[in-house]
Structure formats: structure tokens, C-alpha cells
């Protein structure tokens, strides 16, 4: 590429996957899969494992196919993708990724949902909340606002939202207080 050797995105996960620790190679396999409706993934589950399967018994092959059943196309971040890992070990159900509510004012999409419980789970980043000021005085205090009014309609649609950010994913348990106190589906206790 412009003159320079480099690997596929499906090396480059398989590489990543297998010489970093455990939460760090799930958020890059997500980040790799991620499709959203304005672009397709940087490569699939498929072609990770070709190349996981190519190195053979390399370091940290193992505990990179480990991951892999796991992976997922719906983390929109890093955090999403964490979030979604610490459920797994928690023993929460898999929840839909990106699910699309809709109602007068129009499209939703939410980080997490599970249908039996009719639960929201929003995992908040916090540069929306603390962006530059857009010129009118309005910047992070018109994200905040806009924000609870997008929780205010899906709660309007019978839903239940809980809400946490990627430093309540610092403290595990913590994180599992939340999704349990919200009522968050188990497979396991």
C-alpha cells in the first residue's frame, strides 16, 4: 500500500488477537468486524480464522480462537466491545447489538438490548458530553439534553435503560451490580 508492505486487516486482527491481553484483543477483533449501514467490516470472523488457522500453533493462537465464537459485528467502540465481554464472563445472555427502535420522531439505534426483559443497556462515551462548544454556547449541554430526550422516548416504547460508562467497566463488579440490579438477563449466576 503506497509502496509499503502491510498485512490484511484479518492478519493484523489474528496478529493483535493473539500478542495482546485478553480485553484489549476482543476490542480489536469488534473494531475489525464492526459493519455499521454506512460501511462493511474490515474483514470477518472467516477470514480471521484462515489466518489464525495459517499460524498454526503460534503463541496465543489458542486463546485468540477462544475469542472468536464470541466476536461480534455490533461494537461501534472499544467500550462497547468490553462492555459486551464482561457480560460474557458475567454470565449475562447475549443481547442484540445496534438494535433499531423507531417511533414518530423517527430511527433509534441502541448499544445493547434484551427482548425478555425489554432492557436498553447504553454503554456512554464521554466525547459527546464534553465536546468543543459549537458556537452557540450549546455544545455539551445540547448532547446531554438530546440524550435524555432519546431515553425518554424509548422508555415511551415500554422500555427499561440502563445506562453506565466505560469507567464503571474498571470495576467488574460494579459493572455486574448495575446489570443485575437492571434486571439484565443470566444464563449463569
Do not use: N
Not at 422500555?159 to 437492571?182: H, I, K, M, Y
Amino acid at each position: 500500500m503506497d509502496g509499503m508492505t502491510v498485512t490484511s486487516p484479518a492478519r493484523t486482527a489474528a496478529d493483535a488477537a493473539r500478542t495482546v491481553g485478553r480485553e484489549t484483543a476482543f476490542e480489536l477483533l469488534c473494531t475489525a468486524l464492526f459493519a455499521s449501514s454506512a460501511r462493511d467490516p474490515r474483514t470477518s470472523i472467516a477470514a480471521v480464522q484462515h489466518e489464525l488457522d495459517a499460524l498454526g500453533s503460534a503463541r496465543g493462537v489458542r486463546a485468540a480462537r477462544a475469542l472468536l465464537p464470541l466476536a461480534t459485528t455490533g461494537c461501534e467502540s472499544p467500550a462497547e466491545a468490553r462492555s459486551l465481554l464482561h457480560m460474557f464472563d458475567l454470565g449475562y445472555a447475549r443481547p442484540q447489538q445496534q438494535a433499531d427502535f423507531r417511533d414518530r420522531e423517527g430511527r433509534m439505534l441502541v448499544d445493547f438490548f434484551w427482548p425478555e426483559a425489554g432492557l436498553v443497556g447504553e454503554c456512554d462515551g464521554l466525547v459527546k458530553y464534553l465536546s468543543v462548544d459549537r458556537g452557540d454556547g450549546r455544545g455539551a449541554a445540547r448532547a446531554v439534553i438530546d440524550e435524555k430526550l432519546r431515553e425518554d422516548r424509548l422508555r415511551a416504547l415500554g422500555l427499561r435503560v440502563v445506562r453506565w460508562t466505560p469507567a464503571t467497566l474498571q470495576d467488574r463488579g460494579a459493572f455486574d451490580r448495575l446489570l443485575a440490579t437492571a434486571g439484565t438477563p443470566r444464563l449463569r449466576g
